[in-house]
């Protein structure tokens, strides 16, 4: 398989280099030939590897003007929509995408070359002997790696199901795997990566971008939530220790809310307060964060940019579902109608809102290298996880769960909710996931997970199978999973059948 091959140039790369430093801009040091692989560096070294393909949740889709693989789980919502045809938007309006659409060989390309780096580090860094390193800072930094190959594999089963099984580096070029059951990778390398991540020392916040205690068990906290969900009904057993992660991080994590929206986007708010865990960007090419312009109104000469390009956008309907005095669609908060034109300074009013949430100031006005990070877990998320689950596993909300649900109603300028059942509370909690984590690829997997849909037109949550999109396309059993990419199943005949309807 094409990919698994690439895993092979993967772990020559990182047997040949090390870094200074985690996420370090400057370019790596090279290790020669006599060089002693038995050092703290090169541990290091292997345990920073795994990180590198977190970049590939923005990766550039090749063949594409503005395409990315965010884009995918925008578009597959009903509710973006974009100035581009060249992303590919057409066949995501229209499901009628297919093996060969853009996005699905990028996104299994870069969870594979992820879990090759994972792999390495996890079998490798235990052998290593030096002074000065030891067995605790060995045993975080595997999980560290066992974190990140637990979040690659995580991405994988929601999107394709069934995905082949790799838990070693590859000995040869002989790659013909088998997919596993969703289930089956869940049960076999998702979680037990996580609890075993869950005993190391890792301490709960890193303001450097590695893997936290906070991040492991936001993380579970969310593999658990989806695991009692539809695709495979874990049931209460799962809900509760969903909910059980994500107090933890609540209570003990030393996180805190945001004050107002836009610190969310401010370069020196990276790694702290709300944000839990984030893909590591820079001001510095080719670390540069592509959602700043990928989000700016196309051709909107409002930016240093020279691309600007419009690529993901609200539809009109999704902004007019929020309820009356959401603060959220307040003008420069979650989204903006109008900007100064970076040449004359006269007001350029867009046609639609847009995305204000990776609106890197500096960027657009003065540099066009955006230094942003790209949010993974943020503690607003964690908390309405807990909500989520707390609701289901005890058949109804508690204190805490209420509470939290406030909080983030409070933000927004909205009152408190009212004493609501189980079954309110948890459409309450999924609608303010929809309006507090929209656009950071949560909503489509929180469609897949519920097998509902919030319908902006009536207001009613639809059933995933059957509802219609405001474009007119309905959703159908084909779409729960994407379909495993054509140029993945010519090479490895044995991942065929396909997913249903492809």
Same mark, same amino acid.
């Given at each position: 398989?094409?990919?698994?091959?690439?895993?092979?140039?993967?772990?020559?790369?990182?047997?040949?280099?090390?870094?200074?430093?985690?996420?370090?801009?400057?370019?790596?040091?090279?290790?020669?030939?006599?060089?002693?692989?038995?050092?703290?560096?090169?541990?290091?070294?292997?345990?920073?590897?795994?990180?590198?393909?977190?970049?590939?949740?923005?990766?550039?889709?090749?063949?594409?003007?503005?395409?990315?693989?965010?884009?995918?789980?925008?578009?597959?919502?009903?509710?973006?929509?974009?100035?581009?045809?060249?992303?590919?938007?057409?066949?995501?309006?229209?499901?009628?995408?297919?093996?060969?659409?853009?996005?699905?060989?990028?996104?299994?390309?870069?969870?594979?070359?992820?879990?090759?780096?994972?792999?390495?580090?996890?079998?490798?860094?235990?052998?290593?002997?030096?002074?000065?390193?030891?067995?605790?800072?060995?045993?975080?930094?595997?999980?560290?790696?066992?974190?990140?190959?637990?979040?690659?594999?995580?991405?994988?089963?929601?999107?394709?199901?069934?995905?082949?099984?790799?838990?070693?580096?590859?000995?040869?070029?002989?790659?013909?795997?088998?997919?596993?059951?969703?289930?089956?990778?869940?049960?076999?390398?998702?979680?037990?990566?996580?609890?075993?991540?869950?005993?190391?020392?890792?301490?709960?916040?890193?303001?450097?971008?590695?893997?936290?205690?906070?991040?492991?068990?936001?993380?579970?906290?969310?593999?658990?939530?989806?695991?009692?969900?539809?695709?495979?009904?874990?049931?209460?057993?799962?809900?509760?220790?969903?909910?059980?992660?994500?107090?933890?991080?609540?209570?003990?994590?030393?996180?805190?809310?945001?004050?107002?929206?836009?610190?969310?986007?401010?370069?020196?708010?990276?790694?702290?307060?709300?944000?839990?865990?984030?893909?590591?960007?820079?001001?510095?090419?080719?670390?540069?964060?592509?959602? +700043? /312009?990928?989000? =700016?109104?196309? @051709?909107?000469?409002?930016? !240093?940019?020279? #691309? *600007?390009?419009?690529?993901? $956008?609200? +539809? /009109?309907?999704? =902004?007019?579902? @929020?309820?009356?005095?959401? !603060?959220?669609? #307040? *003008?420069?908060?979650?989204? $903006?109608?109008?900007?100064?034109? =970076?040449?004359?300074?006269?007001?350029?009013?867009?046609?639609?809102?847009?995305?204000?949430?990776?609106?890197?100031?500096?960027?657009?006005?003065?540099?066009?290298?955006?230094?942003?990070?790209?949010?993974?877990?943020?503690?607003?998320?964690?908390?309405?996880?807990?909500?989520?689950?707390?609701?289901?596993?005890?058949?109804?909300?508690?204190?805490?769960?209420?509470?939290?649900?406030?909080?983030?109603?409070?933000?927004?300028?909205?009152?408190?909710?009212?004493?609501?059942?189980?079954?309110?509370?948890?459409?309450?909690?999924?609608?303010?996931?929809?309006?507090?984590?929209?656009?950071?690829?949560?909503?489509?997997?929180?469609?897949?997970?519920?097998?509902?849909?919030?319908?902006?037109?009536?207001?009613?949550?639809?059933?995933?199978?059957?509802?219609?999109?405001?474009?007119?396309?309905?959703?159908?059993?084909?779409?729960?999973?994407?379909?495993?990419?054509?140029?993945?199943?010519?090479?490895?005949?044995?991942?065929?059948?396909?997913?249903?309807?492809?």
């Amino acid at each position: 398989m094409k990919t698994f091959k690439n895993i092979l140039v993967v772990t020559c790369l990182l047997l040949a280099c090390s870094c200074k430093k985690f996420l370090e801009e400057k370019p790596s040091s090279f290790l020669t030939p006599g060089s002693n692989l038995s050092s703290a560096k090169v541990a290091r070294a292997l345990a920073n590897g795994g990180y590198q393909n977190l970049q590939g949740l923005l990766s550039g889709q090749s063949g594409s003007y503005g395409g990315n693989t965010w884009n995918l789980m925008e578009f597959m919502t009903g509710k973006a929509n974009s100035d581009l045809g060249q992303t590919g938007f057409v066949s995501f309006q229209t499901l009628n995408y297919n093996s060969t659409s853009f996005y699905f060989d990028t996104w299994w390309q870069q969870m594979y070359l992820g879990i090759g780096a994972t792999n390495l580090a996890i079998q490798k860094i235990p052998t290593i002997t030096a002074s000065g390193l030891t067995d605790e800072a060995k045993n975080n930094m595997v999980a560290e790696a066992r974190t990140l190959r637990a979040l690659y594999y995580f991405y994988l089963v929601r999107m394709y199901g069934a995905v082949p099984e790799i838990t070693a580096p590859p000995k040869d070029l002989n790659l013909q795997v088998a997919r596993t059951p969703a289930k089956q990778i869940y049960d076999d390398i998702i979680i037990p990566d996580l609890l075993a991540a869950e005993k190391s020392t890792l301490p709960y916040k890193d303001a450097t971008g590695k893997v936290s205690m906070g991040a492991v068990k936001s993380l579970l906290a969310d593999v658990y939530l989806t695991y009692a969900g539809a695709a495979i009904n874990g049931g209460t057993a799962a809900y509760a220790e969903s909910a059980k992660r994500s107090l933890d991080v609540i209570k003990n994590g030393g996180y805190t809310l945001f004050p107002q929206y836009t610190d969310m986007i401010i370069p020196a708010n990276k790694n702290s307060g709300e944000f839990i865990f984030q893909v590591q960007y820079a001001a510095a090419v080719p670390s540069t964060n592509p959602l +700043t /312009a990928l989000t =700016i109104p196309n @051709y909107s000469k409002i930016s !240093k940019y020279s #691309d *600007e390009y419009g690529s993901v $956008y609200p +539809t /009109a309907q999704f =902004i007019a579902s @929020y309820p009356a005095g959401d !603060k959220r669609v #307040d *003008e420069k908060q979650f989204f $903006y109608t109008s900007y100064p034109n =970076i040449n004359t300074g006269a007001t350029v009013t867009f046609t639609n809102r847009y995305i204000y949430k990776w609106f890197d100031q500096n960027a657009v006005t003065t540099t066009a290298k955006s230094d942003l990070n790209y949010t993974i877990y943020r503690l607003a998320d964690v908390m309405l996880m807990y909500a989520e689950a707390a609701n289901q596993a005890e058949n109804g909300p508690n204190a805490d769960a209420i509470s939290y649900v406030n909080a983030i109603r409070a933000r927004a300028n909205l009152g408190p909710t009212l004493a609501l059942t189980k079954d309110l509370f948890e459409k309450e909690v999924w609608l303010q996931r929809y309006y507090e984590l929209c656009f950071e690829n949560k909503m489509w997997f929180d469609m897949v997970r519920t097998r509902k849909v919030h319908n902006d037109v009536t207001g009613n949550w639809d059933n995933f199978v059957g509802h219609q999109t405001v474009f007119g396309s309905t959703f159908a059993e084909k779409q729960l999973l994407f379909p495993v990419p054509k140029q993945e199943t010519d090479v490895n005949p044995k991942l065929l059948p396909n997913n249903t309807g492809f």
